[in-house]
């Protein structure tokens, strides 16, 4: 049986409690820093030798060399081939959603030309080289390879390569598949600390990229957090969240299976349910205690569910709005009957499904928009991963002999306030266009 915590916000402690219930620790361990730290130096000082001896320690697999860990463009190819018909055509519309969803996403560059002649504007260009990490073995994930792929490809990205582990030389059909859907470039067996170090600083064989996403354990995690700054990475991914707002007319089978989509992912995910609707929330209880034992995944989910998992009772859905701005959910579920009017009292969340029939699980696969997505209240500032992650913007500035002279003297009097006068100086050489 279930016991999942029950909140009202009556309860005089309530919004310290859901403070508590939200919270993460984004900082790893201090032992898997230390060792972190001592794979990226290793890597980063002796290359293919260091990758080689991680990838035999960390993931049975022992290759003469590095360039051995390449899977060649036929291997995957091959992938493709075996798959069933189901599988391929499943990943195939999925690409085709994600892409036609990411195109609408390209910035493009832009310019204006103001009174004195100046033209400002802004360039817009894709990175050069990407890394795509990507778990791998059984707990394999062909979804997060389109996600994170097509959208990189979409901004025009010339290179992607990926990595994913291959435990023991054990390969996933269905990621090698979908790499080559999605248009990945390259294909690494390696994984772990040391495939990001790989990434990050490059070896005699992995080149050095711009950019590292994807999502990984904890030794990943701290791995792409400990080489930011030498590279870009998309975010530092908490546990899986799942939200539902529902007015207690949604079938509670729904809900409930709704909630352990998210808890199956690991004893840490979370997954919350508010409704104005006390009866409802029992109901779905209920359900979930029904279910349950049906689930493969059963005894993750009842450990998510007990520790981190809630039901909340507010007074109406304007108050589960609220609740709901402070939990700033990676996945909120509208099921409402009109979710379109509680739609601007939302302001932060990862991506939000609205309406009875759009189950979040739809979302991580096929529905179109991106599955990464900010955790652990980041939604407050952050967005889903977009083919704008893999675009840069460059401001563009060709001032005209009169604005040299009308901007210089400006810049002139605000450099000298600074003291910098060499600053200054160049922008008065400028003062008198023939001196140009």
């Known amino acids: 049986m279930l016991n999942i915590r029950r909140l009202a916000t009556t309860q005089p402690d309530f919004w310290p409690q859901l403070r508590e219930l939200v919270y993460w620790e984004q900082g790893a361990e201090a032992k898997v820093e230390a060792v972190v730290a001592d794979i990226l130096a290793a890597v980063k000082a002796r290359g293919d030798a260091a990758l080689l001896e991680y990838t035999a320690r960390f993931d049975q697999l ?15 190819d091959a992938a493709l081939d075996s798959l069933p018909a189901e599988q391929r055509k499943a990943l ?10 990411a195109e609408r996403q390209k910035l493009q560059s832009w310019s204006y030309t103001e009174g004195d002649g100046t033209v400002l504007g802004q ?41 994913t582990p291959t435990p023991a030389g054990e390969r996933n059909p269905m990621v090698l598949a979908a790499a080559r859907i999605a248009g990945g470039d390259r294909v690494f067996t390696i994984g772990g600390a040391q495939a990001v170090a790989a990434l990050a600083f490059g070896t005699e064989t992995i080149p050095a990229v711009d950019k590292i996403v994807g999502p990984g354990n904890a030794y990943v995690a701290a791995a792409k957090r400990m080489v930011f700054g030498v590279v870009g990475i998309d975010m530092i991914a908490g546990p899986s969240e799942i ?57 993750i989910i009842q450990a998510s569910m007990n520790a981190n998992g809630a039901l909340i009772h507010v007074a109406d859905l304007a108050e589960a709005a609220e609740v709901a701005n402070v939990i700033a959910p990676e996945h909120l579920e509208l099921s409402v009957a009109e979710p379109e009017a509680l739609l601007p009292l939302l302001r932060h969340a990862g991506a939000i499904f609205l309406g009875r029939y759009t189950s979040e699980a739809l979302g991580d696969y096929c529905a179109g928009p991106n599955h990464v997505l900010p955790t652990s209240t980041t939604a407050r500032f952050a967005s889903p991963l977009g083919v704008y992650d893999f675009q840069k913007r460059t401001s563009i500035i060709n001032c005209s002999p009169s604005a040299a ?32």
């Open 62 to 76: 022992q290759v003469d060399s590095a360039q051995a860990l390449e899977l060649p463009p036929a291997e995957l």
């Open 92 to 101: 195939e519309v999925a690409a085709e959603r994600i892409r036609r969803y």
């Open 123 to 163: 360039q817009v260009t894709p990175l050069d080289r990407v890394g795509v990490y990507v778990p791998g073995g059984k707990a394999a994930y062909p979804s997060s390879v389109l996600m994170n792929i097509v959208p990189a490809k979409v901004a025009g990205v010339p290179e992607v390569i990926m990595v």
């Open 243 to 299: 939200l539902v707002i529902c007015d207690g007319r949604t079938n509670p089978d729904w809900i409930a299976m709704d909630l352990f989509s998210q808890a199956e992912h690991d004893e840490e995910a979370k997954a919350w349910l508010i409704s104005p609707d006390a009866a409802f929330l029992d109901q779905v209880l209920a359900s979930m205690n029904k279910l349950l034992p049906e689930l493969e995944r059963r005894d």
């Open 405 to 436: 002279v009308m901007l210089g003297r400006v810049a002139s009097v605000l450099a000298r306030g600074e003291g910098l006068t060499a600053h200054a100086r160049s922008a008065e050489y400028r003062l008198e266009p023939e001196n140009g």
